[in-house]
C-alpha cells in the first residue's frame, strides 16, 4: 500500500452555495445517473453521509490514512460532520477540514478547538460574488470566534479580492487570483478568476504521453455519501470510480482492478483519463508503487 495516501470525505452531494469556479451540477448530475443505472433513487439518505454511514466506510481503513473533509461539496452541510471529525480523529487518522463555514454553528467552535488538526482551512467569500456566501453579521461573528478559538493549524484565504466586511474583522489574509479548471469542468469564460494554464496548453502539453500526477492526487481519492470512492478531487464528473467502501475493504480498492486501471490510463499515451484535462498532469511515468 502506497505511504501518504488520503481519503477526502464528500459528507454530501449537492452544495447550496454554487461557487463560480465549483462545477456543482455537474457532480449532482452524475451522482444522480450513477443512482439511475443501479436502479435506486438518490434520496436524502443517500445524498448526505451520516455518522454511522461514515463509520462503517472507515472501519478498513488503516490509521496511517489522512481523512479531509472537503471533496466535491462543503463538509458542514452534513449534519453529522463534527461527529464525523470526532470519529476520524479517535480513529488516530491524521484530519484535515476544509470549508467555507457555511451552516456551521458557534456551538461547533469549542468542540473544534479540541481536536488536533493538521490543518484546518476556512476559504472566505470574496468581494466580487464568485463564493456565493452571503456575509452576514452573525457570520462576520462566528469569523471572529474561529479566528479566536485556538483551533489548530487554522487558515483563512480567499480566491479573488476579499470581501470588505471580513477583511476588516480579520486583517490580511493569503488570496489569489487562480482556480483550478477541475480537469475542464469549470468553464472559467464566467468568472473574474482564472487559471495558470488554458486548456490549449494542458492539451499540448498532455497528449499522446504518459502521465504523472504533480500533486500524486491518484493516491488522495474521494469518499461519496453512497460509498463510492472517486480517482481524486478533480472528478466532478465521476468519471472513475475505483471502487466502494460499502461493500469492498479499503485495501481492495486501492489494490484492486479499479485502480490498476487508472495506473494503465496513465501509462496508455493514447487514454482519455481526466488527467490529460488537468493542470496537475505532466508527461512522466510511474514506477510500481
Known sequence: MSPGRVLEVTTNIGCRLQCSYCPQSTV????REAAALRGTAVGASVRTMTRELFAAYIETVP??????FSGFSEPFHAGDCLDMIRIAHRRGHPTAVFTTADRMT???V?????????????HLPDNG???????????????TSLASSGISNLQFHTIGIPHPAIAAELGRMPSTRRVHSRAGNVD???TTVGTAFSATEIAERNGHTSLICR??????NV???????????????????LGNLGTQTYQEIVEGPGFQRIMAMLADPDSTILCRRCEYGLPGAYRHR
Not at 449532482?28 to 451522482?31: D, I, K, V
Not at 490509521?63 to 479531509?68: D, E, G, L, M, N
Not at 460574488?129 to 469569523?143: H, N, P
Not at 461519496?224 to 464528473?237: A, K, R, S
Open 215 to 220: 500533486k500524486d492526487r491518484i493516491f488522495a
Open 28 to 31: 449532482t448530475g452524475a451522482y
Open 106 to 108: 458557534h456551538e461547533q
Open 129 to 143: 460574488g464568485e463564493m456565493r456566501k452571503k456575509v452576514t453579521a452573525d457570520y462576520v461573528s462566528l469569523l
Open 188 to 190: 472559467l469564460s464566467a
Open 63 to 68: 490509521s496511517s490514512v489522512h481523512v479531509h
Open 110 to 122: 469549542k468542540p473544534l478547538a479540541d481536536i488536533p488538526f493538521k490543518r484546518f482551512l476556512v
Open 223 to 241: 469518499l461519496l455519501p453512497n460509498g463510492d470512492v472517486q480517482l481524486c478531487c478533480m472528478d466532478y464528473g465521476l468519471e472513475h470510480k
